[in-house]
């Protein structure tokens, strides 16, 4: 077992993972390595194709790597089962999408609270007071009660910054988080994250083709190929 | 509430018009399997009354009469005999030879509630129209009161002259219709035998009416005394009627009378076996084709629920990062399937219930097997328990394949754009 620092979030060893089947087979992922410290921002930049998301979606264990190891805040998690894979993500990751993936049919209110919902670990007014808070951190304190579908794409990832933080998990995860957003809102929702995150020392890993964003953050990894270079 | 309800309950609000399709099937299906089995088993009900109230619960008659053989045997310890019945030389006695012997012991039976004796035979009716074939039944007027309906099914005259008068008869409605008599009009029943004919004259007490086409044109009561001299039989009885405490044990009594008395003795179940055959297929053939708008209703919600869960797939996807388990997603489907199902039951069996009960009120004529001038109907939990039931696992079913269809999406996949 690898020796694990208390300020080391999150862990990859030698991960490798392939995509389709039979002559569409794809070697994606070709023996990666990685590590996260907390309170750090990591951008993992390549060409389109090259295997930073799915190296993000084998982070935040939502699909299983074929070989390596991933270890969260100490914790084998890699080969583990799925009821922990899930009481994981719920607890210690939060993520951040492209396309917001909020949930429609609910508030910004509601989509913030419905991770605490889950973990059940503040009552109802708890949780509504620290989504308030969130939302007002990340300036939507005036929308809280608005459907996802009565704000604007800034606003949805706002929201969707918001609910990543609602547990206070120690990984963020952030899948091309301002890809979908013009200029102005890119610098907003970049600068909005790392600030949260940095306040309350999680680790942010952002996968980004954008370049002024990557270099902003701490550490750049470039990928080529399914291998950082 | 719980989370997954929570979002059901969302999810549900916000596919209004499909969820409503599927509710208003379940509603539908319930209300008309209430329906369905309200006015069979009505009908089954009435007449299952009806046969009670004229032919009894059991009916005890003829006599199969064993022919016993003595068997000796040898042993060490000395010689014994026993008795063997003999198949061969049974022997049958029609009527019953000592009723007063049969009755008494018929009352040691405790689920017998009342017997009555009844004696009858051929007759030519003759008013001064025209004359039928009927038959006499002399009865003991309160023994029979006992054992039937008779007094319910009194339509014209009283039971009170019937009483007073020995030469009093009750008539059926449909005989006292072809013949053209009314109460204190007097007939002529003729009656034959080996020794010669004889003819009495008797006056309508009352008119009574079973509904059974064949009771109310050919059976015309007596008082036991002038129905012995109209047929010249001075001893035993024809049957003798038994009605008891618990009808549904009639199968199993009658097979202990015949154990102890030996005579035939035949149960309400057995007598009419036919048309309870043709009731019981009746309700099974309307309970499978009314079932067939609960199975839409569950094709509805498999359809609504498939077509969510293709909708869905990124909320699901979502909801599998923030830690929601295969299991809470399962459940935000059967969530949804669960809220239509309790409302489309509780509105269907109000619906079934204020239907029955406009059914019930609706005028209609019926005689053959029995007689009604409306519509009948049961009330009975069990059709709301059994409605309930087959809907309750016709939707849950269908409403299984695309919750776990949902609960085994990968969020991988789903994210990536490769889910199947």
Known sequence: ???????????????????????????????????????????????????????????????????????????????????????????????????????????????????????????????????????????????????????????????????????????????????????????LVFDLMTRLAKESGQAIILVTHNPEIAGRCDSVRPMRDGLFV | MSPTLRIAFRFLTAKKRAMLMSLSCIILGVGLFIVTQATTSGFEDYFIKTILGTNGAIRIEDKIQETMRTLAAKGATGDSSFMIAQREGRKYVEGIEEPKQVISALKEFDNVAAVSEVLHGPAMM???????????????????????????????????????????????????????????????????????????????????????????????????????????????ASFIQVSLFEKDRAPQDALRIEDVIHYSARSWQEREKSWLEVFRALRFSTAITVSVFILIAGLAMFNTLAMMVMEKTKDIAILRSMGYTRQDISRVFLWQAAIVLVIGTVVGMALGALVTYSVSQVRISIRGIFATDTFIVAWSLWHYVAAVLTAVIMVMVASLVPSRRAARLEPGDVIRGTAQ
């Open chain 1, 1 to 187: 077992m690898p020796e694990i620092s208390d300020n080391i979030a999150l862990r990859c060893t030698d991960i490798h993972r392939y995509l389709g089947q039979g002559e569409g087979r794809v070697h994606v992922l070709r023996g990666v390595s990685f590590e996260a410290k907390r309170g750090e921002v990591y951008a993992i930049v390549g060409p389109s194709g090259c295997g930073k998301s799915t190296l993000l979606y084998l982070l935040g264990l939502l699909d299983r790597p074929d070989s390596g190891e991933i270890w969260i805040n100490g914790h084998l998690m890699s080969n583990s089962v799925d009821e922990a894979r899930t009481a994981a993500r719920g607890e210690h990751i939060g993520f951040v999408f492209q396309f917001h993936f909020l949930m429609l049919e609910f508030t910004a209110l509601e989509n913030v609270m419905m991770p605490m919902r889950k973990l059940g670990k503040l009552t109802p007014a708890q949780m509504v007071d620290r989504a308030k808070m969130l939302l007002n951190d990340v300036g939507l304190g005036e929308k809280t009660h608005r459907l996802a579908t009565q704000l604007s794409g800034g606003e949805q990832q706002r929201v969707a910054i918001a609910r990543a933080l609602a547990n206070q998990p120690s990984i963020i995860l952030a899948d091309e988080p301002t890809g979908n957003l013009d200029v102005k809102n890119s610098a």
């Open chain 2, 126 to 236: 003759r008013s001064s129209f025209k004359g039928e074939s009927v038959r006499a039944y002399g009865i003991n007027l309160e023994d029979h009161l006992r054992v039937s309906d008779l007094r319910q099914q009194i339509v014209e005259g009283s039971l009170e002259d019937f009483r007073s008068s020995p030469s009093g008869a009750l008539i059926g409605k449909v005989i006292s219709e072809r013949l053209l008599l009314s109460v204190g009009d007097w007939f002529i029943l003729e009656a034959s035998d080996k020794t010669g004919r004889q003819s009495r004259r008797y006056r309508v007490s009352a008119i009574y009416e079973t509904g059974v086409a064949d009771i109310d044109r050919s059976r015309v009561y007596l008082n036991m005394s002038e129905c012995r001299s109209l047929l010249r039989k001075p001893t035993g």
